[in-house]
């Protein structure tokens, strides 16, 4: 149902009506394969560029990605790296069998067509073809990690679409899924009301939202 | 007529015949909605970055948007700010209801599969999930505004497209689309040409276009 | 059959393997037109930015396309300039009556529509509509050619789609491949063993491939 109603902006609106504002990432991280509103719980990852032979490559990735439960949405944070694609089709599979629903990568991405035609929702900022075998690993699973000066915690509830991406703070998850349905409601008799004729400015004076 | 036959390349070749050789943005606005070619008149409207509870709230782009009147094509002109998503679905709601055709942004839109479930045209540098509410607001309306060094009148014509967008000064209009018709004709003889064998370098030295 | 089982990062997890690390530019070189995956052999031009009435327009662009022969990827290098669109519609259609299969641009190209309704694989960086008369010129064809510190020889094997572009040395050309269908392999067999529910750490353990 959330997946249906609900959808990256008036999330960020009901966040901002509660004072947190600083919520979603300005950098453009689109989706790259399928459009559709990904919903589910941050694991976070973080990524550091290497430039030597790896003793242990993928170890920690595969790790995190083997401990996927069912609604994780994988974070790479990888600080916007071109140095090569982090994330792509083999482990989308393996993610996706274990009930993760999708990544968000702030970095490069490869197999963006054998992942479309798998259906999973990959968001990033850039492709790139070159393996991350010996040009950047995972250094962290499941610590706090920064997008463009937003914190995402493993656990916190991220929304993704076309639009953008919106993480809520889990003290705060409840009061503001809540102002966002009471908001989807306003924007939907404000819409009817100007689709039926009322002007933009005597439909916000008198519904309020816009 | 003019929407079938005309795109904003051809056009382009027409000013640039008649010396005026500045007339498109080089960055990237690009339909986030819909592809087909945008073809009116520009509404401007300047936009400014605020950070403080706006005491009149989203006054002037109401004004704007209601005041709207068939064929605009209305002109953001945020000097490409990522700061909020200036224009969205409900905005574009009220805009196409008084006659309004498209939305061209310099800065950041959202609301983006609503607008393409409307089949509205929006061109934009971004997309972002901020309301503008206490984050930016239009200060001018009708005022000549500048997007990349290029300079938008309220009334001028405009075309936008795939390629990119191309706006006409007043003074020149009637001369420059006879010579975008008259251009449109010869490439259509040249590609003729071509596909029928001609040499690129024959058909160039024949009919003078390319 | 190379069109059909290659793809863009297996050739380059094979060049990577061979001691051929930088084949490939970061920059987004992405399809503006279709969706299919190029492969080719580069022919090369070099392009310069003007600013004066040229004496003889087009004329080393025309030469170039003109000679192309079947399997032509034509390469032009133009320092991913803005200054117009140095690619179209005319040239697609000269150079596709020739044989040549796509167009990939370190610059800026237009008559996108034009060229997706051809089917005409056209990468490049932007996305302009002035014409490139007196703006930007070819100055030299068929000598290598820099993209993002990446050297195009004509007569070198490139692959495009999707995720990116990679050039293939000729001197390695045959090992390369060899190896790139290998690895084709080996990830055919990792996939089936995921999706059989293998754990990645376990599958990349027992192929070694990822």
């Known amino acids: 149902m959330m997946r249906q109603s609900l959808y990256s902006a008036v999330v960020c609106d009901a966040l901002d009506g ?3 504002t600083n919520q979603s990432p300005r950098t453009q991280l ?6 559709e509103v990904l919903v589910g719980r941050c694991r976070t990852t973080s990524w550091e560029e290497i430039d030597f032979e790896d003793p242990a490559p993928y170890e ?3 790790q995190a990605v083997d401990s996927c439960e069912p609604d994780d949405v994988l974070i790479c944070a990888a600080g916007g790296s071109m140095r090569s694609g982090i994330w792509g089709e083999l482990l989308s599979t393996a993610a996706k069998n274990r009930g993760c629903v999708g990544a968000i990568v702030d ?3 490869r197999d963006i067509s054998k992942m479309t035609a798998m259906g999973f929702p990959v968001f990033a900022t850039a492709r790139c073809i070159y ?3 010996n040009r950047q690993r995972v250094i962290a699973v499941d610590e706090p990690v920064e997008i463009d000066g937003v914190i995402f915690r493993s656990g916190d509830l991220v929304l993704a679409d076309q639009d953008g991406i919106v993480v809520v703070p889990q003290e705060i998850e409840e009061q503001a899924m809540r102002n966002a349905w009471q908001k989807v409601h306003d924007e939907n008799i404000t819409r009817d009301a100007i689709i039926d004729g009322m002007l933009a400015t005597a439909a916000y004076r008198k519904y309020g939202v816009l």
Request: charged share 15%; glycine share 12%; no cysteine.
């Open 60 to 62: 920690l990735e595969l």
């Open 107 to 109: 970095g490069a991405v």
């Open 18 to 20: 509660l004072g947190f």
């Open 131 to 133: 393996d991350s075998l």
């Open 30 to 35: 689109l989706s790259l394969t399928v459009d």
